[in-house]
């Protein structure tokens, strides 16, 4: 429970969603908050939840207009410090330690394939604005240089060190009264001042300067229509998506929709009016956000059960600008678990369904009677590995046969997934646990043991190993496409395409000069020669999957 009510349960769809690369098309996607939950876990624990897509760390509710030392100001909760930057002597509200965002924010990216945006503005304080658009394009300039590309930085400072987000989220509910004004004495129209050119100086100037891969830009406006921050914004700046909060107004709330589905009342949820609007993106996805729990929410009916939330799925989930649900926020989704599952994972099997024509069980009474999602699709728990001294010196060993090689393999393979493991299983188990294996292997001296690793896995046994039970089980395709296509991995291109010859059979080091210029000849053969440790470690990687999911 949640089940399925179609004899078919499809229960690989929902595996295949619930790992797939997040794919900003999808009408399934679940997005969430994290940082300002009470007594949250840290923001990896979000990222576990298989069932999750987007993560949007909350807030930077501080705007340099306003900001000691003209800097932005941020709050995460419990996750920071409450050390500060200092800017020309002056101590900001910028938060300088948060000792696990940024190592938290790489993992949920890299090992749990996550999106993680940046959220600014939130609902309190509601006193931040943008004073003008050279302002707006100087904030851009700052959140770009503190938290994209650490390459990029142009002496920002970095509170999550070098991690980099994968977009910005426009959380904008400024209120102020009287309105602040201008040098002149004029009142600056507030709600929306500076916010158009700042949003195309990330979408139109930065993005581009970072190819590596793809970064959003993301709003979360109130539900009324018109909307006095966005509804004239995004006629003139880029969103990608929209999670609409249905749960502050009444009028327009995802409450108003059951009741109008119910025929209760002469009020509607505005999703199809915030559908219609106009927008300069002609493909934005807009969302339904709703509150996680009863407590989540100014005012407990906001909450949907599950089967309020089926209802809103069933009536708009073939709407062309339908993206998925967005959850007020993370710690009250992770208490708010029902028949043991958590809310985002009911919403994620509700829409999921919807998408196939198939509903879910989602009758409260009939939780022992019926599967539970853990029984569907289980998250994999990872298992401890621990290496032994003898068992580490048999995988370094230069002068192991193939046989102790493959034997080494399967004893991996044993204790990694064990025998009777579903392949999706398999795959996320396996990912997770050699990932341990990686770390471990990096304290018993990384150039050693991963210069003696590519003499094995690679050169004398790639092969046998690519026959091998455990390598059956990995798309090797699809890690030797990240790795190619990802310009920051080994920072060449040339580089890059030796990885690809020697992961597909080409052993020769000499190989990968050949692709490149005459002129570079010499010096791409030396830069091999320098660099080859850390193509030890991506080979090492690549080999074992740590790139699969």
Partial sequence: MPSFSRTTLVATALAASASAAFNPASKTNVVTYWGQGANQERLVETCKNTFIDVINIGFVDVFPDQGPGGYPG???????????????????????TCPYIGEDVTTCQEIYGKKIFLSIGGGSPESYYIKDDASGQSF???????????????????PFGDACVDGFDFDIESEISPPPTDSKGDAIAYQTSGYVAMINQLHNVLYSQDLSKTYYISGAPQCTLP??????????????????????????????GINHIDGKGNDDISFSAWEASTSKNPNIKYYIGLPAAEAAANDPSYYLTPAEVQQL??????????????????????NNTICGSDYATWVKQIITAATSGSIVNTNPSQCSASPTISSVISTPTPTVLTVTPDELQLGVSRRIDVRKQLKLVGFFKYKLIGPSREPDQQRQQLYLLVQQLFHQLLEHSINRVLFNLREQFVHSTHEQLRNADIVKHLNFKHSIYDIWT????????????????????????????????????????????????????????????????
């Avoid at 941020?74 to 300088?96: E, I, M, P, R, S």
């Avoid at 799925?313 to 992770?334: C, P, S």
């Avoid at 020697?502 to 570079?520: I, K, P, W």
């Fill in 74 to 96: 941020t709050n995460f909760g419990n996750a920071c410090w409450g050390d500060v930057y200092q800017h020309d002597g002056v101590n900001t509200t910028l938060q300088k």
């Fill in 227 to 256: 909307d006095s921050h966005y509804t004239t914004v995004m006629t003139s700046a880029w969103f990608d998506f929209m999670w609409i909060q249905f749960y502050n107004t009444p009028e327009c709330s995802a409450r108003a």
């Fill in 313 to 334: 799925a069933k009536r708009f989930i073939k709407d062309a600008g339908f993206g998925g649900v967005m959850l007020w926020e993370a710690t009250y989704d992770m």
């Fill in 486 to 549: 990802s310009d920051d991995v080994l920072g060449n291109r040339n580089e890059l395409y030796y990885v690809h010859q020697l992961v597909h059979g080409e052993r020769n080091y000499s190989s990968a000069y050949a692709f490149s210029s005459d002129h570079e000849r010499t010096q791409r053969y030396l830069d091999i020669s320098n660099r080859r440790s850390n193509w030890d470690r991506y080979l090492f990687e690549l080999e074992f999957g740590i790139s699969v999911l």
């Fill in 140 to 158: 851009a300039d700052f959140l770009w240089g503190a938290f994209g590309p650490s390459s990029l930085n142009a002496g920002q400072p970095r």
